[in-house]
């Protein structure tokens, strides 16, 4: 993902989210300059408070340093200065998405639409349409528009609920007001506050720096510089642009404590200056809209390629309409129903409904991730995550429980001739119940198996009782056991002694972690603090230690406690020793570092390899008569031998293992070190020198998830690297992977060596060596923040889409170098938080598999939706070309497509959003971003197949639906005839019959034919058989629009019943066959009214005197004078009234003696084949989404989905609308059909959906050879043998011996049942474990996940 296009969106407060985002949203060289520029812009400003007098500063901001700002001036600040808030940035408004909805395809329909609203204007000539289609016009209008808000209404929402997830950890800071500490929203910081600052908080205004207790900041924000900054109480380089001696607003506290004069908030900070200047853009398109856009794009070249073939054809061939016919010889009518059908087809094939529906099902993806604990900050990373090809996880609280437990404790005593046989070498601390304080330390070599279950009999509640009757702490029902519980109830014993000493010291040390009770709580306690220090509070209440007594009898000296870092590894508290030279049941007076007894004592706890170099002392039991452990000087080799084996066995074990340790001080060296924190100095290196005490070393462990190991094998099976990058020892971390599988568990040292590495040998290599070393290694042990940043560096220059997860401040960076960030939302910083992309709920790395198929299966949906609506959109247009060529009427004129993909699209393409992912989704190697959506063996198979099942399908209802109403299925016979011969000859199938007016113009003959048939005869087919319908013209006839109203009018039949029957009783021709002429044809035809003649009657005296007479093949209206015969009356006047002559291009006037244009049984018949046809249409394309929404066979697995049945309700309902909705109502060119046109066209869509699904199951043939194999890629990218996104050619090239049997020996075809037997993958054949082949095993690509 592009960082750089992160969501800007407003905050509650400052967080760095804010700041990083500022910088990133804008243009690199931009920024660098504004960066330059506000350097040196503000820079005497920032100096002038810099070198300013803390008390002359604090009392003119009226503040104190001491107690802050009182609430009162603290209140008339906020309604003076406003609230300490960042302008909202401005971000994506509604109206800006709303304009980029708008693409080609949504503005081809408008264009048609208002096309329709226009029909009857004159353009260049050309009359479209004769009068305008309002209500076409308006819906097609209206669903277009519907689709563009309803698509930046689900953007806008997404980005509002993106927003939402943002802020949903409001920010607080600590602040000192009336002299007492208080928490409060940042948002309600004054300048003058008191700002009280600790390791992860974020500075929340610009700062003067009133205290600093080895205090740094990372100020990459202001100054591209990703360098920690220690921070002074006086500024180190007056010249710097930024002194050292301030804080800056959105910057992340790395380390230390300290407090904070506010010296500016809101838009005054630096940060705030930044955002002026900058002036950041929104964010722009993601990649899923650009895909689609893609698509779009494709779509409209095809559209526009298709719909000039369908103008093309219609205008050289003269397609007609038999249920609105041109008339022939028209070309102006011929060109304008090209453009309108050439429009309509395009319109008809844009899938409008594509780009709100995928942006729904990214919507409703946010909402759906958060159902497996994701919550999505960033609408991009639903799909990024999807093509997750490495992950990069934290060991502690993502692949383990994240609750440490104090397993051991391990102290080393010297006993110089003593007796030491009977003294415990180690103590096991026992049962491990989480943060449950209830138990005790044991014996480890009398803690067996069966002591173990004993101990875990005991309810928690009972084990004080019980341990407070024992003696020794032998319990009562368990005396056989001997010595047990050391910690409670061995009063004065040397191993009490020793214990109470050691955890005393770790208690004093972990003053920051508290364990208190609470019934809601896991367990019933819950602990505040640091995660390894809560282990270590609650064994030392196992050992009976942690009376706050302790604070008070020691106390601590907090302005020279040396904090914890992830770079130093280790902390230490100083405290003061009442009792000089002793603490508890520890003599120092043999330290030879003291030259007297030693006032206060340093307690140092930290890495053991980072400590070993400074231990100078251990432990020396009291002797017969003492009642005090000693500090026996020296740190011989055997103590360093003892000291590296005991800290590999418990590393080997996975176990995290911490150094416990004192240094007595005397009154001197502290005075030193005051003088040295008043000069910024380190105390660290001064402490260290002075030697340490080795008090002895506890081991913590952090059980595995149980869920990890399942989701590791389902990230092998799928392609995806893991990687885990932890700050614990090498031999701990191999332990952990070992055990959770990352590394083989039967992998010995050579593989050990070749598969995880501490991340100190990153430092000082070149990139080649370091993406040669990330490309294997597979743990990372000792890493600091820098690494995980270099990592992911190298992983992204290899082509991964890399996955990183962090919960520490120090974590934002890597969080935002990687692809897709993923938080801790338990154990996470807000400063991770607002970093990432995605924060995991529960801090589980199955949530981060979870993810993951969650995002394969929202694209792959998004796959099988455009494939639905490029095949039912562009096919449609396609199978209209193929109807036009073949010589049969178009299948749907004008919006009549338009309609039809409505009835689908519009309610279908939703349903995707709850179909569930297929068997293989987390089966395959992860997708490369750069493949087209829709896959070759779709486009190969799938497509093709489709194409020649829907078109064949649509061209068969079509040809069916004709015979089943008219009789005959090509347009030339549904648009009828002028010719006598052809009408009456023994093979014609023409419907209709027209006459003609026959005029001589400059001695040539022109012939008008009637827009009106004259006579029409149809062969229907019922449930009974074929039965002939014939209608005659007659001249006593209402006007069309008001007589269909009556109720006469049989919708079904399409004929007119009673008085308003065509029937030739009812003719002006009845009389014409009285003569026994049979046909017109016959010679003795005639008609007594003498308004019909053939039209060889009519002759024409030319300027040659040369008689012109018309053709003997026709039937033409004989003239009186100046009008037809047919149109005087009784009278001899003209009976056509003026309304009736207007209407004489869409209808011919009612007196005249023919049929109806549209309501006769011919033009009705092929209203009824298209509704046979809309009806075929929409049920196969609904059966289409069905298909495709499915692997196997949908039919089999209908209730996986259960809204397809909520979308047919709505789509059979509309499509009953259109067929048998009265035309009195709304006509929309089809017509009721009956019970055996509806079986038709349901037999037809049976039949395509059963030929879909054998294309299915070919395509299944060739897939799951292609399934194989991928399966095997995706092993040979989880080993770490391809580059990224390798292709499966390229990765068999690399490694031809771990192609499937089946495949490389040509046995013959793979089906679902291989997959589900034996594996088809030669296993036989897979190397050994080597150092370059770290997996040896094979696992069964067959085996469910």
């Known amino acids: 993902m592009d960082r750089r296009r992160k969501l800007s969106r407003s905050t509650s407060g400052f967080s760095v989210d804010a700041g990083l985002s500022l910088v990133e949203h804008a243009d690199p060289s931009r920024a660098y300059q504004v960066r330059r520029s506000l350097a040196t812009m503000g820079a005497q400003q920032r100096h002038g408070i810099a070198t300013e007098k803390l008390e002359a500063l604090a009392t003119s901001l009226s503040s104190n340093i001491h107690t802050g700002l009182s609430s009162r001036v603290a209140a008339e600040k906020l309604k003076l200065d406003g609230h300490n808030l960042l302008q909202k940035a401005e971000g994506k408004g509604f109206l800006r998405i709303l304009r980029e909805q708008v693409n080609g395809l949504n503005t081809l329909v408008t264009f048609s639409a208002i096309l329709c609203l226009c029909r009857g204007m004159s353009i260049g000539g050309i ?201 022939e010889g028209d070309v102006e009518c011929f060109v304008q129903k090209g453009i309108l059908r050439a429009l309509f087809c395009g319109m008809g094939a844009i899938p409008e409904t594509l780009p709100p529906a995928c942006m729904l099902i990214l919507v409703v993806g946010v909402q759906q991730m958060r159902c497996v604990k994701a919550s999505v900050r960033s609408i991009e990373a639903v799909d990024t995550i999807g093509t997750c090809s ?290 910024k100095q380190d105390l660290l290196e001064p402490l260290l020198q002075k030697g340490l005490v080795l008090l002895g070393l506890v081991g913590l462990m952090d059980p595995p998830r149980s869920s990890v190991k399942m989701a590791l094998n389902t990230c092998h099976r799928a392609g995806i690297r893991v990687a885990m990058i932890t700050g614990d020892q090498k031999p701990t971390a191999v332990a952990i992977s070992k055990q959770l599988g990352i590394i083989p568990p039967t992998a010995g040292p050579e593989d050990e060596h070749w598969l995880a590495s501490e991340c100190s040998a990153l430092r000082g290599l070149n990139q080649d060596c370091i993406d040669e070393l990330c490309s294997r290694i597979r743990v990372w042990s000792r890493a600091q923040p820098a690494d995980k940043v270099t990592i992911v560096s190298s992983l992204q220059r290899q082509g991964h889409i890399v996955a990183m997860t962090g919960d520490g401040t120090n974590d934002a960076g890597a969080l935002k170098k990687a692809n897709i960030g993923l938080a801790m939302g338990i154990a996470g910083s807000d400063v991770a938080k607002g970093a990432s992309d995605i924060v995991l709920l529960d801090d589980r790395f199955g949530t981060i598999v979870d993810a993951i198929s969650e995002g394969r299966r929202i694209f792959e949906n998004i796959q099988r939706m455009a494939l639905y609506l490029l095949c039912g959109n562009v096919f449609d247009v396609v199978a209209i070309i193929v109807a036009m060529l073949l010589g049969l009427a178009v299948p749907l004129e004008d919006t009549q497509l338009f309609k039809a993909q409505f009835l689908t699209h519009f309610f279908y393409p939703w349903v995707m959003i709850y179909q569930s992912s297929s068997f293989y989704n987390m089966l395959k190697p992860p997708r490369s971003r750069t493949l087209p959506v829709l896959s070759m063996k779709w486009q190969r198979i799938l497509m093709p197949a489709t194409l020649v099942l829907y078109i064949g399908g649509l061209l068969f209802a079509q040809v069916l639906g004709s015979q089943l109403y008219v009789g005959a299925y090509s347009l030339s016979e549904q648009m009828g005839t002028h010719s006598l011969g052809d009408f009456y000859g023994s093979r014609s199938n023409y419907l209709c019959l027209y006459a003609n007016t026959l005029n001589f113009e400059k001695d040539t003959q022109a012939y008008q034919q009637d827009v009106a048939p004259l006579i029409c005869r149809v062969r229907r087919l019922g449930w009974t058989g074929f039965y002939d319908i014939v209608e005659w013209g007659h001249h006593n006839k209402q006007d069309p629009e008001i007589a269909v109203k009556s109720g006469e009018f049989d919708t079904f039949q399409g004929v007119w019943k009673g008085d308003r029957s065509f029937g030739l009783d009812e003719s002006f021709l009845q009389f014409s066959f009285e003569g026994g002429a049979l046909s017109p044809l016959d010679t003795s035809w005639h008609d007594p009214n003498n308004w019909l003649v053939k039209c060889d009657n009519i002759s024409h005296v030319d300027m040659n005197n040369k008689t012109e007479k018309g053709d003997n093949d026709r039937l033409c209206w004989k003239s009186c004078g100046k009008v037809p015969c047919w149109q005087l009356g009784q009278n001899g006047t003209s009976v056509l009234r003026e309304t009736q002559a207007s209407k004489v291009h869409e209808d011919e006037p009612p007196f005249k003696p023919v049929l109806y244009k549209k309501y006769n049984i011919a033009s009705w018949g092929c209203r009824q084949m298209r509704s046979v046809v809309l009806i075929a249409m929409v049920l196969m394309q609904t059966s289409m989404l069905f298909a495709f929404s499915q692997h196997d066979c949908a039919v089999f697995n209908v209730s996986h989905n259960r809204t397809f049945f909520a979308a047919w309700v709505p789509i059979l309902t509309l499509l009953s609308c259109c067929v048998y909705l009265p035309v009195t109502w709304f006509d929309q060119g089809f017509a009721p059909v009956d019970s055996l046109g509806i079986v038709v066209a349901v037999s037809i869509a049976a039949s395509f959906y059963f030929g879909l699904e054998v294309a299915k199951a070919i395509y299944r043939t060739y897939f799951f050879i292609d399934l194989v194999e991928q399966i095997a890629v995706a092993q040979l990218l989880a080993e770490g043998r391809l580059r990224a996104f390798c292709h499966k050619a390229e990765a068999f090239l690399k490694c031809p011996d771990r192609r499937p049997m089946a495949l490389s020996s040509g046995q013959g075809m793979l089906t679902y049942g291989t997959l589900t037997g034996p594996s088809s993958v030669d296993s036989s054949r897979s190397p050994s474990v080597s150092p370059k082949s770290p997996y040896s095993t094979i696992t069964d690509p067959a085996e469910k996940v």
């Open 390 to 679: 490495f992950i990069c996880s934290d060991k502690t609280g993502t692949l383990t429980e994240g609750k440490m437990t104090a397993i051991c404790f391990r102290p080393r005593l010297r006993f110089e001739g003593l007796n030491d046989t009977s003294f415990p070498k180690s103590f096991g601390l026992y049962p491990t119940r989480g943060y449950d304080p209830a138990g005790g330390a044991w014996d480890e070599r009398l803690l067996t198996e069966q002591v173990k279950v004993a101990l875990d009999a005991i309810p928690s509640e009972d084990y004080s009782k019980t341990l407070k009757t024992t003696n020794h702490g032998a319990l009562l029902s368990l005396k056989e056991f001997g010595r047990g519980t050391l910690g409670a109830g061995a009063a004065g014993s040397r191993e009490q002694q020793l214990l109470h000493t050691c955890f005393a010291a770790i208690y004093l040390n972990s003053y920051a972690t508290t364990l208190a009770l609470d019934p809601e709580a896991e367990g019933g306690y819950k602990v505040k603090g640091n995660m390894s220090e809560a282990a270590l509070v609650v064994a030392c209440e196992k050992v009976g230690v942690g009376e706050d007594s302790l604070h008070g009898r020691y106390p601590r000296l907090p302005e020279l406690e040396v904090p914890f870092t992830s770079s130093r590894k280790m902390m230490a508290t100083l405290h003061y020793l009442q009792q000089h030279g002793v603490f508890e049941h520890l003599s120092f007076s043999q330290q030879e570092s003291v030259s007297e007894p030693p006032s206060y004592m340093a307690i140092v706890k930290g890495a053991p390899d980072v400590l070993l170099p400074r231990l100078k002392a251990v432990l020396k039991p009291p002797s017969e008569d003492g009642n005090r452990f000693e500090a026996a000087p020296g740190f011989s080799e055997d103590d360093r031998k003892w000291f590296e084996m005991q800290n590999d066995s418990l590393a080997a074990q996975g176990l995290r293992v911490l150094c416990v340790a004192a240094c007595p001080l005397d009154e001197s060296s502290v005075e030193g070190f005051r003088e040295a924190r008043s000069n």
């Open 127 to 327: 009359q479209f349409g004769r009068e305008p289609d309002y209500v076409n016009g308006t819906i097609v209008l209206a669903i277009n528009i519907f689709c563009i808000f309803v698509g930046a209404y689900m953007e806008w929402s997404c980005l509002q609920l993106m927003a939402d997830v943002g802020s949903m950890n409001s920010l607080t800071c600590n602040v000192l007001r009336d002299g007492k500490e208080q928490n409060i929203d940042v948002s309600l910081l004054v300048v003058g506050d008191v700002v009280l600052l600790t390791s992860g908080d974020v500075v929340p205004a610009d700062c003067r720096v009133l205290e600093a207790v080895d205090l740094s900041t990372s100020e990459m924000v202001l100054t591209g510089e990703p360098h920690e900054i220690t921070k002074t109480l006086i500024p180190d380089d007056t010249s710097a642009p930024f002194p050292s001696n301030m804080l800056y607003a959105t910057t992340p506290v790395v380390s230390g404590t300290g407090r904070g004069l506010v010296t500016a908030t809101g838009m005054q900070t630096e940060i705030g200056k930044i955002a002026e200047s900058l002036n950041v853009d929104q964010e722009g398109l993601t990649q899923i809209q650009i895909t689609l856009n893609a698509i779009a794009t494709t779509i409209t070249i095809i559209v526009v390629f298709l719909v000039t073939m369908v103008f093309l054809i219609s205008t050289r061939l003269q397609i007609n309409d038999p249920s609105d016919p041109c008339e």
